[in-house]
């Protein structure tokens, strides 16, 4: 079961609105090829490789590994404490969940689409 707090940042699908307003669930980025996140989105069997992937679809991804690997802090589940993949990506042992999309958007482009409007 998931708190507010986790829901505060990394979406579920079936309710778009536990995002917060200021990113946009549906806006489409393309992944830096070298990153770490584009390894780890690679490596997972279910994911496919597109240009680009919506911000929502990312981290209902992450999400889901976190849940797998029940990675929330048992004390605090606003927090995740990182696996070595995890660290790899945001360059951190342990985050908040407000700090998740902040730091993912460095591993993250505007789509070309995008960027033209």
């Known amino acids: 079961m998931t708190t507010g707090v986790e829901q505060d940042v990394i979406s579920n699908p ?6 917060p307003k200021k990113w946009n669930l ?7 090829e ?8 690679l490596s997972l069997q279910a994911f496919v490789q597109y240009d680009c ?7 209902d991804t ?4 976190i849940k797998d690997k029940k990675l929330y802090d048992p004390n ?8 070595q993949v995890l ?9 908040h969940t407000s700090q998740l999309v902040p ?13 033209s409007k």
């Open 14 to 19: 079936q309710d778009r609105r536990s995002c």
């Open 26 to 32: 549906e806006k489409k980025y393309k992944v830096v």
């Open 34 to 41: 070298n990153s770490y996140l584009f390894s780890f989105l």
């Open 53 to 59: 992937y919506s911000l929502g679809c990312i981290l």
């Open 62 to 65: 992450l999400k889901e590994y």
């Open 76 to 83: 605090n589940p606003a927090i995740v404490l990182c696996t």
């Open 87 to 95: 660290e790899n990506i945001f360059g951190m042992k342990a985050f």
């Open 103 to 115: 730091a993912l958007m460095k591993s993250l482009l505007p789509a070309d689409d995008d960027a």
